[in-house]
């Protein structure tokens, strides 16, 4: 077991414990008819946080602890992580979780917290606490998180009493600056002037036009085409380390799995990608999908910068 070097608030773990094993069932039942794929209002958050007497927010989201954690999809490792964050902008909370793919090789492992921030990012907002089991991410969370722009400010926050700062946690980052770069920017189309070489979804060029892929110049998106006749759009988030870096059809899935949906609801994949460049997903995006979604076919467009 690592060293924790950090010191907790134990009024935090007390107030936890009070609280009871039954007050903390009840507010996971109470949670369920507000939770609409994967995000829990401000509105709701304030209301049960009134109804059932909680000290704040931050309280709130360390009793839904467990609630994220059965969310958690790890059939390699049956290891089950969940993660709540708060967006500073809006006071919405989101959660997130560990998904492992069978089959493939486990660098494509999306872990909670990463989970967590590639949600945010594609709603166009930002994090400003997080809440974990336990406040120290593994460290290819910890660099991915740092990929974001003011990430050193973001709060973890546990219910042994912890609460720390990204800074605090990973103190001298190999940050997007020491590539000439100030970081992913939720909300700003980073590749406004993307341009399809054949007719495109509009949401799939949306999504394209997001992308965070200022290292390889190759944004990438796909689209995923549900049974149910909805989609399911996913962008590429590049970290200045390369690795961990966020693919387009990994990051399409995250949101498709907050939304109920399974990998057998899948009906087609478009990939978006700038052919002949320095990264290319579609080799990577067809074995994916040929061990979760083999009935979905894979279409490859390109665009230009």
């Not at 989101?94 to 990012?121: D, K, M, S, W, Y």
Request: aromatic share 6%; with cysteine.
């Amino acid at each position: 077991m690592s060293v924790n070097p950090f010191e907790a608030d134990p009024h935090v773990a007390s107030r936890l414990q009070r609280y009871g094993a039954e007050r903390a069932g009840a507010l996971t039942q109470a949670v369920v008819p507000f939770l609409q794929a994967g995000i829990l209002s401000a509105e709701a958050a304030a209301e049960l946080v009134q109804r059932f007497d909680l000290a704040d927010v931050s309280d709130l989201m360390l009793l839904l602890l467990p609630l994220a954690r059965s969310r958690a999809r790890p059939p390699i490792s049956r290891f089950q992580v969940g993660a709540i964050g708060l967006e500073a902008d809006s006071g919405d909370l989101i959660f997130g979780q560990n998904v492992e793919f069978p089959g493939t090789h486990l660098g494509l492992t999306v872990h909670g917290e990463t989970c967590l921030a590639t949600r945010a990012f594609h709603r166009g907002t930002r994090l400003a606490v997080i809440a974990l089991g336990e406040a120290h991410p593994c460290a290819h969370c910890r660099q991915f998180l740092s990929e974001f722009a003011g990430s050193d400010r973001m709060a973890l926050i546990d219910p042994l009493g912890h609460r720390l700062t990204l800074g605090q946690l990973y103190p001298w980052p190999f940050d997007p600056a020491y590539l000439g770069q100030s970081g992913a920017v939720a909300g700003r189309d980073h590749w406004p002037n993307l341009t399809p070489l054949a007719p495109m979804d509009p949401a799939l060029l949306a999504a394209g036009k997001r992308a965070h892929t200022p290292y390889s110049g190759c944004p990438s998106a796909v689209l995923l085409g549900m049974r149910n006749g909805s989609s399911v759009a996913g962008s590429a988030i590049e970290s200045v380390a390369f690795n961990p870096s966020m693919g387009p059809l990994q990051a399409a899935l995250i949101e498709a799995l907050a939304r109920g949906h399974d990998y057998d609801d899948i009906a087609s994949v478009t990939l978006a990608q700038v052919l002949g460049g320095a990264v290319d997903h579609a080799a990577g995006t067809a074995d994916l999908l040929a061990r979760i979604a083999p009935q979905a076919p894979l279409h490859v467009q390109g665009w230009t910068v």
